[in-house]
Structures are given as structure tokens and as C-alpha cells.
């Protein structure tokens, strides 16, 4: 019986702090349609919790958190998403990532900074997606 309560009380406390994960998009223009065509492609893929990205002057640069048991084809989503977002935007120069540090880069970038500082920030992230560990 003590393990059966024991058992009901940690589900709903596991189960409490879950949430579902936000897909934020930003972009350089105000009401760029293609904000909202991101973060379909994001939200679509079953296999991610959480995702950013962000578009400025013919670049996309997007992250992914996957799920806990997808972690282990890490390197296949990202192949997978990457390819889907070159078709959706074949005009854009496109990095997707799963790596946590690019995503809480993407994540710091603010829509309301000058275009010389985004640039560099931008160019920062993408040394960032090709370096390995």
C-alpha cells in the first residue's frame, strides 16, 4: 500500500513539472510571414520539446531541444529538420542545431538590436554549430 501512494506521489509531481515547450521565433522584420512558417516546421516535429530560431537577411538560424529517449539519434533529427527547413526556405541560409549552448544563444537574441550587432551575434552561432566536441 506504502508503495503504491509512494509511487501515485511522485507521478503527479513528475507529471506537474512538465510543460509543454514553446517554440520561439523571432525575426529582424516586424510581421515577417516567415516567423510563423518556422515555428510550424519546429512545432510539427514530434521528436522536439523545445525550439527557438531566428531570421535576419536571408539567414535562419534555428535550435532544438529533442525528447529524453530521441537523444541517442540526435544526429538524425538534426539532419532531418535542417533538410525540411532548406525546402521551406531554399532563399535562406539555414542552420538547425540540437546543442543546448546554440540554443540558449538563439534564445538571448533580441529583435530590437541594430543589424551590425545581430550580424555578430549571428556569425558567432553559426562558429558555434561547426565547432565539434
Given at each position: 500500500?506504502?508503495?503504491?501512494?509512494?509511487?501515485?506521489?511522485?507521478?503527479?509531481?513528475?507529471?506537474?513539472?512538465?510543460?509543454?515547450?514553446?517554440?520561439?521565433?523571432?525575426?529582424?522584420?516586424?510581421?515577417?510571414?516567415?516567423?510563423?512558417?518556422?515555428?510550424?516546421?519546429?512545432?510539427?516535429?514530434?521528436?522536439?520539446?523545445?525550439?527557438?530560431?531566428?531570421?535576419?537577411?536571408?539567414?535562419?538560424?534555428?535550435?532544438?531541444?529533442?525528447?529524453?529517449?530521441?537523444?541517442?539519434?540526435k544526429t538524425k533529427i538534426e539532419g532531418d529538420v535542417q533538410k525540411k527547413l532548406k525546402e521551406?526556405?531554399?532563399?535562406?541560409?539555414?542552420?538547425?542545431?540540437?546543442?543546448?549552448?546554440?540554443?540558449?544563444?538563439?534564445?538571448?537574441?533580441?529583435?530590437?538590436?541594430?543589424?551590425?550587432?545581430?550580424?555578430?551575434?549571428?556569425?558567432?552561432?553559426?562558429?558555434?554549430?561547426?565547432?565539434?566536441?
Open positions: 500500500m506504502k508503495r503504491l501512494l509512494v509511487f501515485l506521489l511522485l507521478s503527479l509531481i513528475l507529471s506537474g513539472c512538465s510543460d509543454g515547450g514553446s517554440f520561439k521565433v523571432k525575426s529582424a522584420k516586424a510581421g515577417d510571414p516567415e516567423k510563423q512558417q518556422l515555428e510550424d516546421i519546429l512545432k510539427d516535429d514530434k521528436r522536439l520539446v523545445d525550439g527557438v530560431g531566428y531570421i535576419m537577411d536571408g539567414e535562419l538560424v534555428a535550435a532544438g531541444k529533442v525528447k529524453i529517449f530521441s537523444k541517442f539519434k521551406a526556405f531554399p532563399d535562406h541560409d539555414v542552420i538547425f542545431s540540437t546543442d543546448l549552448k546554440i540554443f540558449w544563444e538563439i534564445e538571448e537574441l533580441k529583435e530590437d538590436q541594430s543589424d551590425k550587432k545581430m550580424k555578430k551575434r549571428l556569425q558567432k552561432i553559426q562558429s558555434l554549430s561547426k565547432e565539434e566536441t
